[in-house]
């Protein structure tokens, strides 16, 4: 556990102390290692004699879209399996002669694709996982691909059944077999978790239709439609696999996705356009785009960033939804932690 003295520490206490989360580990290092790491308060305030600890399993929801489909859609552009600027419907037969024939991976990954901003999944198309799926790519786009900048689950759900189409694999066993298992990530899985895992889980909010606080079942509610497991969320992590994921992205493991990937991806690729994009990333908030650091975050309250130029990056989960849906709080904090990573 990192010492008392520790920034980390100190700003993350104060945060729990002041009602923004029950409790949230962390962890910050360069190419080579760990700098600092440790968790603050508690893994459940139901349970005030179980502390948040550094091993804690954290349903990271969007996270998911860093950790498997963006690192995924990686290895499949570096095998030469997939075209960024080709047009979906010119090879893939799914999206022939609906509205998402004409957008492209690359649009998808800079969320320039036009597609609708909520998900709405079941309201729209029921609870049928290929219905779903079909429902998806015949919607309308709001826009021509390309006109503008808007953030949107719906892209890396479509990338996800991309990946599957161009594999015939699904995105879990992806996931697992190209990313987490060479880069030693044992901690990470899609949900549901077992029972011994969901132990060591932080909980989140409270779901009317179970009766219960979500607790190794994922919460964005697109995911446990389709499963557990998709594009938009379903991934639990810790913050140790995600410091190997992300000292991958500065010093790469052969066989995993490239350094040619990292780079292009964490670049500028929206143009003029606003707010600017990299390839699923995006530049941290109160960073410009030369100042290289580059984040993504999840809405259960979990972050992770990484700077190339600087050689560091940074992870930090929390599960503040148990308390509140309001992001502010956490914004704010997350702020003050990204200044202390990238100093």
Known sequence: MAQRSDPFERLLDDAVRAGVTPGAAWAAGDALTTRSYGAVGLLDPAHPGEPMRADTLF?????????????????????????????????????????AAGVTAHDLLTHTAGLPLRANLRHLYGSDPQDVRDG????????????????????????????????RQPLPRLARKRIWDPLAMAETRFGPLDAAARERCAPTEYDEESGTRLKGTVHDFSARLLGGACGIAGVFTTTADIGRFLRHLLTPVPGVFSADWTAASLRVRTGPLVPPRGLFWHPAPGTEPEDDVW?????????????????????????????????????????VFRGLAFP
């Open 136 to 167: 998806v790519l015949a919607e309308p786009l709001r826009h021509r691909p390309g006109e503008a900048v808007a953030y949107t689950d719906r892209a890396a759900l479509i990338l996800g059944y991309l990946a599957e189409h161009l594999t």
């Open 295 to 335: 984040a993504h975050f999840g809405f259960t309250g979990t972050a992770l960033w990484v700077s190339p130029t600087r050689g560091r990056w940074a992870v930090l989960l929390t599960n503040r939804l148990y308390l509140t849906r309001d992001p502010g709080p956490l914004a704010r904090v997350r702020d």
């Open 59 to 99: 349903d990271v929801a969007s996270l998911t879209k860093i950790l498997a489909v963006w690192a995924v859609t990686g290895t499949l552009v570096d095998a030469g399996k997939l075209d960024l600027s080709a047009p979906l419907g010119s090879y893939w037969p799914e999206a022939a002669g609906r509205p």
